[in-house]
């Protein structure tokens, strides 16, 4: 492995870099697959049911080296053969970007309408899949002796708003295990969460995006999150914060307060 370094450059070059993306066929992954190849970075794009966006996104990329991977978050079987198959490729990974995600637009007051079944769903894919996605590709990042998780968070962890309250406690757990994870993966891999307010992406079924303009307008900076602000987030986190880890990033114009 590499030494940890305090050379005052204070600055993570990421050309030549290998970043993987979970949900990096659309939406935020896709964005920030976009702004790590300009970068620099080989970007391994990860998907589930996205095939063909994969293609089409990779073929948009600058670049070369880049490639995709079917990662379903549900498939620890499938999630550890895709790690496989990065490995034989790459052999190493210095950034894994876990941008894959589901929730389902439920009224907080409805309790009966947040289905046993929604509730673990939500769970499983945000929480879960994520952790396993993480243990297949740690591997990976200690033998790049410098790498990098962000795992793709929100707002909803902490203000218990969202699109519903398993949504929420799945992204409050998902920030635990970061902060879990982080003990554990130094001193050769740090670990962050970038917790954005709700973004501009019809990631939200049903959702209307008048309803994400207004929520905007209540912050101090009154701007609505796009999938470029996390992806920009996520470059400044990787290349500037050399010794932050276990941390969330706030990106929402200060909706939250």
């Known amino acids: 492995m590499a030494e940890i370094r305090n050379d005052g450059l204070g600055f993570y070059d990421l050309v030549g870099k290998v970043a993987v993306i979970t949900g990096g066929s ?23 049911a996205g095939d063909s ?38 052999h190493s990974v210095d950034l894994l970007v876990n941008s894959a995600g589901v ?3 439920v009224a907080h007051s409805d309790l009966e309408g947040l289905t046993d ?30 790498g990098a ?9 902490f203000t218990g708003l969202g699109s519903s309250i398993a949504y929420c406690s799945a992204k409050a757990g998902l920030d635990t295990m970061t902060t879990s994870l982080a003990r554990v993966l130094g001193p050769h891999v740090r670990i962050f969460s970038l917790s954005p307010a709700a973004v501009d992406t019809n990631f939200v079924p049903g959702r209307d995006p008048a309803t ?3 929520q905007a307008q209540s912050a101090p900076i009154p701007v609505v999150t796009t999938p470029d602000d996390v992806a920009c987030s996520l470059i400044g986190a990787v290349t500037s914060l050399r010794f932050s880890t276990g941390s969330a990033i706030i990106i929402d114009g200060g909706q939250h307060l």
């Open 26 to 48: 659309s939406g935020i992954g896709a964005a920030c697959a976009r702004r790590l190849a300009e970068a620099g970075a080989s970007v391994v794009v990860g998907y589930n």
């Open 53 to 90: 966006r994969a293609q089409e996104l990779i073929s948009t990329l600058p670049g070369t080296g880049h490639s995709s991977a079917h990662i379903p978050l549900d498939d620890s079987a499938a999630i550890r053969s895709a790690a496989e198959g990065v490995a034989r490729r790459h």
């Open 103 to 105: 929730t389902e637009k």
């Open 117 to 146: 079944e929604t509730f673990d769903r939500i769970l499983t894919l945000n929480v879960r899949g994520t952790f396993s996605v993480i243990r297949a590709f740690t591997p990976l990042l200690r033998a790049s002796g410098d």
């Open 149 to 157: 998780i962000a795992n793709i968070s929100s707002i909803s962890a």
């Open 212 to 214: 994400v303009r207004a």
